[in-house]
């Protein structure tokens, strides 16, 4: 989900940046790819949409290699279904270059099922179009197969005719239908 790469080396570098998205279903956030032309180390949180931190990488290296050679961050966080998520910078070393795109707009981005999409560009309390950072953001959903039709045959309910007999109810009792 989000864009799949970046298409120029516009660099910005920033705390409390990145995007904001929306979880349809649970699902679990496997890695983010980010882009630099800087190498050094950055720490990415995921906050709910009053800002609570629900996630945090720690410290991970990241290489320089601009626009053709990304970062492939491991997240494995299992996220709950809620809207206004954001995944953002926490912390990064002066080294660092992290790829964005300015003012690109195209929002939303939304992922093959539907289940995570990235709404907008966030930074230092703002919603905006820039698209910050986190490209080609790779989850697994519950597991869907494409439906299938299924014919169902209704027959019409069998007729009961009851008699005032007794009739066995359990073996060794009797019951008077009426």
Known sequence: ???????TNSIYNGTDTGIIFNVLESVQLQSVDVFSTGAGTINIQIVNSAGVQLYETGTVNVTAGGITTPNVIPLDYTIAPGTGYRMLIKAYSTT?????ESG?????????????NVT?????????????YFYNSEYVGKCVSPR???????????????????????????????
Do not use: H, M, Q, W
Request: charged content about 15%; proline content about 7%; hydrophobic content about 35%.
């Open 1 to 7: 989900s989000g864009r799949p790469v970046p298409l």
């Open 96 to 100: 660092v270059n992290l790829v964005r």
């Open 104 to 116: 690109i707009d195209g929002f939303p981005y939304n992922g093959t099922d539907g289940l995570l």
């Open 120 to 132: 907008n560009g966030y930074i230092t309390g703002t919603v905006g179009t820039t698209y910050y």
């Open 148 to 178: 299938k039709e299924v014919v169902a045959t209704i027959s019409p309910a069998p007729v009961l005719t009851l008699s005032t007999n007794e009739v066995s109810i359990c073996e060794g009792d009797t019951s008077l239908v009426t």
